[in-house]
């Protein structure tokens, strides 16, 4: 069954630390991987996307990871800011398949 | 539209009452998807309708929810005799159509309350 599983489900770290959120996925045959940010009360928005070759991917302080062997990806942030708070969502698409997979999130907390 | 709107923005209903919420995409967007956030959950894929193709309903959970998509771009979807357990944020994307996996874009939601 395709599933993506991520870690932590929440975590709480102080303004200007550095993190990094786990996701784990048994889709396939893989096309490509995706974290989204889901702002509260807002719809995701695309950070990074991923394909089978590629191993690393930045945006400003985020910067994924995808190991394509292990079936793992992470997504580190780093030097957080207070807007960073909202929930990462790690979302897989399969080969030829509009339908993704969406993981449940990682609710992170960054506190002053 | 500079992005993909929806209304309305939250509805409170009660048991048995249909709902209509809408989404309107981004203008040219062919792709318009259907999803569904319970509280605390990741995404559930409702709907995907693609051009003038069939919709792929598959995700659809009853036969009380339907959707249509009027000229290729507003979309509604329809709960008949709402129940407590469809309580959600309904979400809707579209993205450009021009193959699978390509970028959503989504609308800020419709917050639903079944009473």
């Known amino acids: 069954k395709n599933q993506v599983e991520q870690s932590p489900q929440s975590l709480i770290i102080l303004e200007g630390k550095n993190c990094t959120l786990q996701c784990n996925y048994t889709v396939s045959p893989f096309s490509n991987l995706r974290w989204y940010k889901q702002d509260t009360g807002r719809g995701p928005v695309s950070l990074t996307i991923?394909?089978?070759s590629e191993n690393t991917k930045s945006n400003g302080r985020y910067t994924a990871t995808l190991d394509a062997d292990t079936k793992q990806s992470s997504l580190h942030i780093t030097a957080s800011q207070l807007s960073d708070s909202a929930s990462y969502i790690c979302v897989v698409s399969a080969y030829s398949n509009y339908q993704l997979i969406w993981g449940a999130g990682t609710k992170l907390i960054i506190k002053p | 539209g500079a992005g993909v709107s929806q209304s309305p923005s939250n509805k409170v209903t009660e048991k048995g009452k249909d709902v209509e919420l809408r989404c309107d995409p981004i203008?040219?967007?062919?792709?318009l998807y259907w999803y569904r956030q319970s509280l605390g959950q990741g995404l559930e894929f409702l709907i995907y309708?693609?051009?003038?193709?069939?919709?792929?309903k598959s995700g659809l959970p009853s036969d009380r929810f339907s959707a249509e998509r009027t000229g290729g771009s507003v979309s509604t979807l329809t709960i008949q005799r709402t129940q407590q357990e469809d309580s959600a944020v309904y979400l809707c994307?579209?993205?450009?159509?021009?193959?699978?996996?390509?970028?959503?874009?989504f609308g800020p939601g419709t917050r639903l309350l079944v009473l």
């Open positions: 994307a579209s993205s450009p159509g021009r193959g699978g996996g390509e970028t959503q874009y």
């Open positions: 309708f693609q051009g003038n193709s069939a919709p792929d």
């Open positions: 991923m394909t089978f």
């Open positions: 203008s040219g967007h062919t792709a």
